[in-house]
């Protein structure tokens, strides 16, 4: 069981617009800790999309954007596009456990 | 440009201890705020976070393995090794290295290709 929450799964058509939550607790996102978000496609490495809860790193295009409020953060896809179907992982930090943790994953199907 | 790659035996016995190295460029383990991480992934499951060590050499495990995980660095060679000893079929998963640069966050910027670890007698 994950420290992090997220839902198992989201969906949405071409164009729309979907939302990843992320529930946390006071020790990690109500802390004070930052929330990170993670793409995971089908056999490659996990790589960085959103960092310090709302900050992209170059290259990734700003339909995606992330925010984050008391003990939750939202990752949020806008023109939804095929190449967007993924798992997607937040994370953050947890100083109860001093600990790096991540949400149990949502998996985004593009209908 | 940073890189990183993941390397060792990836079929082990149950009981075995693993051993993982973690060997990067770009970077350097003596550079204030540096840090590489340990992250698995099981087949069908979540990212579970296992260790990270930093340029101090400050240490922190997953709480639920941290008896048998070790993770050390040899910065002259730009390496970083895991171990996980009694290894179990549940451990069988995509082992990845990831790089932090706390002047930036806590967040994973770069991370290997990942090795796959097989647990089977």
């Known amino acids: 069981q994950s420290v992090l929450t997220q839902p198992p799964s989201v969906s949405g058509a071409p164009g729309q617009t979907v939302t990843i939550s992320c529930t946390g607790s006071n020790s990690n996102i109500g802390a004070g800790d930052d929330v990170h978000w993670y793409q995971l496609l089908p056999g490659t490495a996990p790589k960085l999309l959103i960092y310090n809860n709302n900050n992209r790193p170059s290259g990734v295009p700003d339909r995606f954007s992330g925010s984050k409020s008391g003990t939750s953060a939202s990752l949020a896809i806008t023109g939804l596009q095929a190449e967007d179907e993924a798992d997607y992982y937040c994370q953050s930090s947890d100083d109860r456990l001093t600990a790096t943790v991540f949400g149990g994953g949502t998996k985004l199907t593009v209908l | 440009q940073v890189t990183l790659k993941e390397s060792g035996l990836t079929l082990v016995k149950p009981t075995q201890t693993l051993t993982l190295t973690c060997t990067f460029s770009?970077?350097?383990?003596?550079?204030?705020?540096?840090?590489v991480g340990w992250i698995r992934q099981p087949p069908g499951k979540a990212l579970e976070w296992l260790a990270l060590?930093?340029?101090?050499?400050?240490?922190h495990y997953s709480p639920s393995l941290k008896s048998r995980l070790t993770i050390t660095q040899d910065t002259s060679k730009n390496q970083v090794v895991l171990t996980l000893t009694n290894m179990d079929p549940v451990d069988t998963a995509t082992y990845y290295c990831?790089?932090?640069?706390?002047?930036?966050?806590?967040?994973?910027?770069?991370w290997g290709q990942g090795a796959l670890v097989t647990v089977s007698s």
């Open positions: 060590t930093y340029w101090n050499e400050d240490k």
């Open positions: 990831g790089h932090i640069d706390l002047g930036s966050g806590k967040f994973y910027s770069y």
């Open positions: 770009g970077f350097s383990l003596s550079t204030s705020g540096m840090g």
